[in-house]
């Protein structure tokens, strides 16, 4: 489909396919650019990825000039001398600040009525320093309080939760598509999978679904399978609303923009497209990743992260920009990514490494190595893949998962320079996805007896489930802080 002429985006009705642009240039080849700068090559003549000019790719990036002019710099202080009265915007932060500080002095209770006046805190959300320290009160759990729910019958390979928390909903490699109510463990609606070739008659998938997301109000549910199709549903009713076609390998990663009915999903073919659900319209490919793309998370910014697969790379894609960001760290196969807030983010790969990152850095800011000890795998020493990562939004709490008979809980600390471990939660299998609730009080693991990706090895003492897990804290209010050192 031909892009219009000066235009960035080409948005066209989906029917029997979508088609990926046919010619792609700039930020969506394969060199990659800085701060939507000079093209950015993954890799320079040593080996090592450079940004133009020759900076190395680890120091900071910033699209923001950082300089004032001297008329503009003696203004401000004349400003701020005569005591002018304040801008709209130096309100906003300055009541941003006043709840944050509300929130240390008079805990949770004062801060649900100090919400309520100040409803401008989403813009630290926004900039990533809005942070809620809840680890150190997060209570070692009860393995007797797992509560676990079976109905797929090959591995869970994916699930998220609703917006309210009420609802779970879960799919496997079977292909089938399970909805569950939390409170009461029950099946609200199952969509068993089918024989391949039998989409157009059968409802569901008809072979692995490997990724899911949920729009931010709860109304869409868009699911990605290994036959290149993406299937949209109504949240409510499990009716399947659209299939979208376009990617040419396995589709292994959706999110939707939150607020928004935008979907970005990623594939084994490498790209990453960009689609509007409710007008049911493909809209751009992005390219740049040198192998698969095993994972994609998004928040409410129009862009979205990525994880490389075995190129090595965690990318962020500014869709406006048609640039993206290069990231370099992990050993091993990069399999699992999420967002923490607007600028953190948590990824996981097959060397055992759990990496933090800052948008704003090109290398870790903490790594752990081997994060869930070492495995004997046929006579050799080998760290347990990562599977599956999560992170509570804007908080210091992560959770990781892997084969190693337990999912892990951590927290960040140090201006999300440290990775401290605080306990683990025996669970048994592939944990092949992992999803905290909204309001933190409860997390849950995808479990199969396989990866959900391959077939390397098979745990046949493992319960094809979806495990919830309780999060009790203590009684002390979790804390809030402004904005980070990072």
């Known amino acids: ?42 890799s320079g003549a040593e080996g090592r990825p450079r940004a ?24 401000r202080r004349e400003e701020a001398e005569e005591e002018v009265e304040e801008t709209p915007q130096e309100k906003k932060l300055r009541l941003a600040k006043l709840y ?40 070692p759990p009860d393995p007797a309080s797992i509560r676990v729910f079976r109905g797929h019958h090959l591995s869970v390979t994916c699930l998220v939760i609703s917006p309210d928390d009420r609802f779970i909903f879960s799919a496997s490699k079977d292909g089938s598509l399970i909805k569950w109510e939390v409170e009461s463990g029950k099946k609200l609606c199952v969509v068993p999978g089918g024989k391949k070739g039998t989409e157009e008659r059968h409802m569901g998938h008809a072979s692995h ?19 290149k199709l993406i299937m949209i549903w109504d949240a409510a009713t499990c009716k399947r609303l659209h299939i979208f076609t376009g990617h040419r ?54 862009c979205c992260v990525t994880a490389g697969g075995r190129d090595g790379t965690v990318r962020l894609w500014k869709i406006p920009e048609e640039s993206q960001l290069v990231f370099c760290g992990h050993q091993g196969s990069i399999d699992c990514i999420q967002l923490i807030n607007e600028e953190h983010m948590v990824s996981g790969a097959d060397d055992g490494s759990v990496a933090l990152w800052s948008g704003t850095k090109k290398k870790p800011l903490a790594l752990a190595r081997q994060a869930h000890g070492m495995q004997d795998a046929q006579g050799l020493q080998q760290p347990y ?17 892997s084969h190693s008979t ?5 927290k960040c600390s140090e201006g999300f320079r440290k990775l401290e471990p605080l306990w683990d939660i025996p669970l048994v299998g592939f944990v092949n996805s992992l999803k905290f609730s909204a309001a933190g009080d409860f997390l849950v693991a995808g479990i199969g007896q396989e990866h959900r990706l391959g077939r390397w090895w098979r745990i046949k003492e493992a319960k094809n489930s979806i495990c919830i897990i309780p999060l009790k804290r203590r009684t002390t209010v979790p804390s809030s802080e402004g904005p980070d050192s990072s």
């Open 1 to 42: 489909m031909a892009a219009p002429a000066g235009g960035r985006r080409a948005k066209a009705p989906l029917g029997a396919a979508a088609r990926p642009r046919a010619a792609v240039r700039g930020g969506r080849g394969g060199a990659a650019r800085a701060g939507g700068g000079a093209p950015v090559p993954v």
């Open 52 to 75: 133009a000019g020759g900076r190395p790719l680890d120091e900071e990036v910033s699209s923001d000039s950082e300089t004032e002019g001297p008329l503009h710099g003696r203004r």
């Open 100 to 139: 944050l500080e509300q929130l240390r002095q008079h805990g949770e209770s004062r801060a649900g009525a100090a919400s309520a006046e100040l409803p401008l805190i989403p813009q630290l959300e926004q900039k990533g320093r809005l942070q809620r320290l809840v680890a150190k009160d997060v209570q």
């Open 209 to 227: 679904v490997l990724c899911m997301a949920i729009s931010s109000d709860g109304k869409y549910l868009a699911t990605g399978d290994r036959n």
């Open 249 to 302: 390998d396995a589709v292994s990663g959706l999110s939707f923009r939150k607020g928004t009915h935008q979907l970005y999903s990623a594939s084994h073919d490498r790209c990453v497209k960009v689609w509007n659900v409710s007008e049911n319209a493909y809209i751009e490919t992005l390219f740049g990743h040198q192998d698969v793309i095993t994972g994609l998370d998004s928040l409410s910014r129009e």
């Open 385 to 401: 893949w990562i599977s599956a990562v999560a992170a509570l939004r804007n908080s210091d709490l992560l959770a990781t998962g």
């Open 406 to 410: 337990s999912v892990k809980l951590w």
